[in-house]
């Protein structure tokens, strides 16, 4: 073999030496290291935990007092309607500051030290998911204490409030891999978070979380059928409020969540080993 040869640019892209035969078991020390690291650094600067902590009670107070009596007619009646909905919208917001993260990482050097380490490269991310998931599951605890102090009403039971939590961290999980491809994919935090805003703003309340899509223009009625926040939505009411079918939106919300996976995990692995 020739010297051009070992050369290549696919020579330098492939994995690092030692990489290959890390076994699972190794995978599996390293990957809980690196959950211990970052949840280390959550432990020296909670200002971090800032967004999954006060997102889910200045969100629920600002749409439960302004927009509750116009929607719905009261707050009461909108508390119901909301709280199921935040479920679906916490983990977005969560997944999007991934993404910053990630980039932002690679920017002051601390991937490079990753680089110098005999670790498989997939278990920096999976770590910063299994981290995020505790951060979606701590931001939910918030949301679900705040709605019940307003006043939402479980009609149903803890193992359906259960299912439904379950539900909307699947789906907030997958959603991180799309966030990290982006932070892995862009130059700055600046236009990781410009782009999520794009993507998510009509997502977000082009679906039923903040109001009853029965009520908008049929073009905009057809986007929220197929939008995957609407499933999730009208599943996580269907399991808490006894209201609606839940199967279905169940299952098609757990469809997007492995596509999702599917497709955007060994992007964000392969993209996250070409650029160490």
Known sequence: MSATTLNTPA???GPLPGEGRIGLRANLRHIGALVRRNALQIKQDPESMFDALLMPIIFTLLFVYVFGGAVSGGQDAYVNYFIPGMLAMGGLNIAMSVGTGVNDDFN???MDRFRTMPIARSSVLI??????TGRMLVSTVVLLCVGFALG??????????VLAVALALAFGSSLTWIFMLLGLSLKTPQ???GLGFLVLMPLQFGSSVFADPATMPGWLRSFTDYNPLSQLADAARGLTQGEGAVAQPSLVCLGWAVAITVVTAPLAVRKFRDKT
């Open 11 to 13: 020579a330098k892209s």
């Open 108 to 110: 002051k050097g601390v």
């Open 127 to 132: 770590a910063k998911l299994v981290v995020e």
């Open 152 to 161: 939402f009403d479980l009609k149903t039971g803890v193992p359906e409030l």
């Open 191 to 193: 236009a990781v978070q």
